[in-house]
Structures are given as C-alpha cells and as structure tokens.
C-alpha cells in the first residue's frame, strides 16, 4: 500500500510544481524519563516533541489513497487510515499508539471504554520504519494502519514511547461518521450588505429520515468548516425551522451566524528541488547543514485586485522531483518565511496544514526594526507546501484580504448528543466545494 502512496504523491509534485516551512529541531535521542516532565495531552493535531514531523493521517478507499489532509471516513466501509510520520534521529525508537474516543467538542473522552469502539487491546507497536538515505538530515520514517473501530465519533490518535502513555509524541485527529442523514447545501453571497464583496454565506438543510431523534433542537449539533480546517470552524446553534414533522432541519440565517471571510486563494512554494529556484524560492544554500531555503519576500493583498488561480486550500504534498520512487530521499530543509507588513496588524502568524493551523510562538512571525520585515524560520521536507498569513482577532483579514470570489471547500458535520448513550455520535457528513455550491 505505502509504495502506492510514494508513487501517486510524487506526481502531484511534479504537476504542481511550488514549495515548503517548520523550525529547527534536535537529532538527538530521547531523553530519560527521570530528568523531564510529560506534556500534557491536548485533543488537536500536535507534535510534542520538536524532532516529530510531518505527520499525516492518509485516508484510503477501495486500497486507493483518497486523501491526505481529511481523515473522515465512513462507518463499516472499505475505508482505511494510515498513519505516517518522521523522527529526526538516527536511531529507531519503540512507539506504539493508542485510540481514544471523544466528545463532539474536542474537549474531552468520551464516557466509554475503549473495548467499546475496539476489537482489540487498545495498545499497538508501530511495527513499520525505514530510515532515510542521501539526506543531510537524518531521519526515520514510521507508518502505521489505523485499526477499525465500532462506531461513530471523534476519534484522537496518541503516539507514545517507551511503553509509556504519559511520554507523548504525538496526537492527531479523525472522525468516522455513519452516512444516516441527508444533507443539501448552498454558497451565496453574504446577506450582510458590507459584506457582501468579502464574505460567503453557507446555508443547509439536514434530513433525519433514517434515523429517530428524541429532540432535533437540543440534541442536533453541526459544525461547518472552511479548508479542513478547525481554526475557520463555526458551531451552529439551533435551527432556523424543523418541518416534515421534525425530520427537516433548516439551516439558514440572516445575521453572519453562518458567514465565512472568503480569504484569499493560497501563496505557495516548491521546494522538492535544490538544482534550482523553483516556485517562491529567492536562494538556496546547499553547503549548510540542513540546506537553507529562502523564499521570497511575501507583500500584503489586502489593497490588491483578486486573482484567481488554482490550490489545495492549504495543504502540501511531499516528494523529491528528482528522486522520486520514495519520500525516504526527501531531505529536509532550514526554510526561511519573509513577509514586508505594518506592525500596527499585531501578532501575525504563518498558518498551514503543514503546521496544523496552530497560532503559536513556533508559527509566530518575528519583526525585525533592522529590516523592516517580519520573519519565521521552520524545518521542512521536501514538497510543495501552501500557506497563508493570519491575524488574530481580525475578521478583516488585513493582510491576505477576503473576496467572496476565492475558490474554499467546506464540510459539515452533523452530530448527534444522544442523550440515552454515554458518546456523541456521527450521524451525516458531506463536503463541497464554494463555486460549486453556488
């Protein structure tokens, strides 16, 4: 399975010809138990430990890889997980991993075992790894196949070592949904005039006609997301109506409860090649270990016509453009974000799905009075990476700039709060693509 995954990742670099970002991080082995602390676990996607990259959970169906960016898959189909991820260390460390189940909120477990959803002891030793070769930064490469689980939900997997649950490496989310519900959906221009050039508007109907619900009003919750992408997550409150005797629900109003920034389509980089200055690359040093990457100097949009130009809504894809029969040869690189923008914007932070969207100190961009410019330096592998720049608190999206006429995918998710069971399951979900949907 995993050479068909080499084989199909590596034509996508090659068609989408662009470039990549993440910090420095230590080569070094694990450190003892005894001389530091555990982290606490966090239900989100989250490396632990700086040497842990490029993690991904990559969705399979009928054994053909589907996705890399959207681990949803449905209840007791012929779909299936694999989860992959890097170590930047020379030696080969015993993981295993485990599944927990949780609430709709990613807030907490669910109040369930684990031989509840698992046919098997929740304790697995990831079996799978090779190390890489011809890279200046070493690395080994694990993989591992998700288990089926027995129902629906909001699922975390945990990565842990040395056969103890509390030295965490990594956590990363799915979800499994049953497929129970109907759902139809439309993208319009926001219904808030001065909104109306910057915003899209989503609204939805959700039919419940192969499941019986106690009370759809109460008990119904959806969420609706932008570009996979929980940070651009919206929790919809009750409907707007219930009709055909409470088995239409009616999603649709006139406040921006459901409006979304339209954001703008994607800035990108290529870096799966040091034989010259692909995409977004100004310079690379190949005598520097790892090798140094510096892109070019990103500028604001806000004050910019639109463009229109194709993406993957923020995602990357890894490879060698030169090498391209396995992601073992695929160096990582020292890569080095600029970007020339006011400093009365505020905390600006470079956000991805190569960096899980986290608005943290590693993604923060640093000013520099000397140049002028704001800065982010991050350790990346080898691919095509998409981003953009984001600023807290600010719907305006100051430097990017929103247009209702960007090209986004949305999903929604509807979960049931069953108030007779102990887990909140998944009962419908579909995704769409804005112009599409218009």
């Known amino acids: 399975m995993k050479h068909n995954i080499y084989i199909l990742i590596s034509f996508l670099v090659i068609i989408l010809t662009t470039n990549s970002c993440v910090p420095v991080q230590s080569t070094g082995g694990s450190t003892s138990s005894s001389a530091r602390s555990y982290p606490e676990l966090e239900f989100e996607n989250r490396s632990y430990q700086d040497r842990i990259n490029t993690v991904q959970l990559v969705q399979f169906r009928n054994n053909q890889m589907n996705s890399t960016n959207n681990p949803i898959i449905e209840l007791d189909a012929n779909e299936q997980l694999l989860l992959t991820f890097d170590d930047i260390n020379t030696q080969q460390q ?3 991993a485990k599944i927990i189940h949780c609430n709709k909120d990613w807030t907490a477990k669910s109040n369930i075992q684990s031989m509840d959803y698992l046919e098997e002891y929740n304790q697995f030793l990831i079996k799978e790894f090779e190390f890489s070769f011809d890279t200046k930064m070493g690395y080994v490469h694990y ?3 998700v288990p089926k689980v027995n129902i629906s939900g909001n699922y975390l997997v945990v990565v842990y070592q040395n056969n103890n649950e509390e030295d965490i490496i990594l956590s990363e989310r799915f979800m499994v ?7 139809s959906y439309k993208v319009s221009a926001s219904s808030i005039v001065s909104k109306r050039r910057t915003h899209q508007e989503i609204e939805f109907e959700v039919f419940l006609n192969n499941i019986n619900v106690l009370n759809a ?3 119904i919750h959806p969420v609706v997301r932008q570009n996979n992408n929980w940070l651009y997550a919206k929790k919809i409150s009750d409907p707007f109506k219930i009709t055909d005797g409470n088995k239409r629900l009616v999603y649709k109003f006139f406040d921006g409860e459901l409006n979304f920034a339209g954001g703008n389509e994607f800035r990108f980089f290529n870096i799966s090649t040091i034989n010259f200055k692909s995409n977004g690359v ?3 040093n190949k005598e520097t270990t790892p090798v140094s990457v510096e892109l070019l100097i990103d500028k604001t949009r806000s004050t910019q016509s ?7 809504n923020g995602g990357f894809v890894i490879g060698n453009s030169e090498r391209q029969n396995t992601p073992l040869v695929a160096d990582y690189f020292l890569t080095n974000f600029n970007l020339e923008a006011p400093q009365e914007y505020g905390d600006i932070y470079v956000v991805g799905e190569f960096n899980n969207w986290h608005l943290d100190n590693s993604n923060k961009m640093i000013y520099d009075p000397t140049t002028g410019m704001y800065s982010n330096r991050k350790l990346l592998k080898q691919g095509y990476y998409e981003y953009n720049y984001y600023v807290e608190n600010r719907d305006d999206n100051p430097i990017e700039g929103n247009y209702f006429n960007t090209e986004n995918s949305y999903d929604i998710l509807i979960y049931y709060k069953n108030p007779q069971l102990r887990y909140d399951r998944l009962i419908g979900y579909t995704k769409f ?4 949907a218009q």
């Open 94 to 96: 015993q993981y295993f």
């Open 143 to 145: 993989e591992w196949n």
């Open 177 to 183: 949904q049953e497929n129970n519900v109907g759902i």
């Open 217 to 219: 009003v109460t008990d």
């Open 282 to 284: 100004a310079n690379i």
């Open 306 to 312: 639109y463009r229109e130009w194709e993406d993957r």
């Open 433 to 436: 693509n804005s112009r599409a």
